[in-house]
């Protein structure tokens, strides 16, 4: 039990920055370069990285090596174990 709650606190600890969000949105519309991602938030490339981790670590984002570059994109079943976890958890009985 204690490691679903530690798998739900992950999922929505994805949800908890503003950047990360920002992110998300720009997924939205598909596939994108970290390069593309970087142009866009106005972040260095560390801080990039550690939101990429986090968004990764939850599974609602995917990564994809491509040369030096990842490319990002959202988890269809990432989004759906997200999605699933907010219901389940604010289902009232």
């Not at 999922?11 to 390069?35: P, Q, V, Y």
């Not at 490319?71 to 079943?77: F, G, K, M, N, T």
Request: glycine fraction near 6%; charged fraction near 30%.
């Amino acid at each position: 039990m204690k490691e679903k709650y530690a798998e739900t606190a992950e999922i929505f600890k994805a949800f908890c920055d503003e950047n990360r969000i920002k992110i998300l949105e720009m997924l939205k519309s598909g596939e994108k370069c970290a390069c593309k991602l970087l142009e866009e938030l106005n972040v260095t490339q560390p801080t990039l990285s550690h939101h990429m981790k986090i968004l990764c670590d939850s599974g609602v984002v995917i990564g994809r090596k491509e040369g030096k570059w990842t490319h990002y994109s959202i988890s269809e079943q990432g989004a759906k174990i997200a999605s699933e976890t907010l219901q389940e958890l604010t289902n009232l009985k």
